[in-house]
Structures are given as C-alpha cells and as structure tokens.
C-alpha cells in the first residue's frame, strides 16, 4: 500500500511559488510543474524506502524536467512520507535540510 505523503508548510509554499514563476514563464507550465511533483511523489511514495536515506533520517528524489529535489522523511511504522522540502537545486544546498 503506498505511504500517505503529508507536506510541510514549506514544501507547501516552495511548491506554490515554484508553481507561480513557471505559470509567468509560459501558460500551463506551472501546472504541469505542479502535476510533475505529485506524479513523482506517487511513484515514491509506493515504495519510499527505495531511496537512500542522504543525511540522518532524510531521503531526496529528483525531479524529472525540473531542476527540483524533493526532501522527504518516511515512517515506515505509520507508513507517511514527510515531505520537508520542493527544493530547487540552485539554491544553497546547505539549506534542504533545514526546517524554515
């Protein structure tokens, strides 16, 4: 059964934003972002464990046509992807595990 995935109020803005600058850059874009995102959280979230954790707890999947990441924690006893993070690559990566 796959995790339920629960998104963190930063993943939530990260993806609004994210979502609203590509919607400027061409009509459609943005929601194509946003459905690329929850395609891909789908996918990992049937089997979250697939993905190695890369710093303590957290795990990352890469974003297929977007320069994104996804952070993520997984609970395999409540079986819940906690998405932390809709991380854009440019940024500082010293900042994808941080939590504001």
């Known amino acids: 059964m ?3 995935v629960i998104y963190s109020l930063i993943a939530i803005r990260e993806l ?12 459609g874009l943005g929601k194509r972002f946003v459905k690329t995102i929850r395609d891909t959280l789908l996918t990992t ?11 303590g707890y957290f795990r990352q999947v890469v974003i297929k046509d977007f320069p994104f ?3 993520f924690r997984y ?5 819940v992807m906690y998405v932390l993070h809709v991380f854009h690559t440019s940024r ?3 900042l994808k595990y941080k939590r504001s």
């Open 16 to 27: 609004e934003q994210s979502s609203d600058w590509y919607e400027e850059q061409l009509i």
């Open 69 to 71: 990441i996804i952070i």
């Open 92 to 94: 500082n990566p010293k």
């Open 2 to 4: 796959p995790a339920q």
């Open 75 to 79: 609970n395999r006893t409540e079986n």
């Open 45 to 55: 979230s049937a089997n979250p464990e697939a993905f190695p954790k890369t710093k």
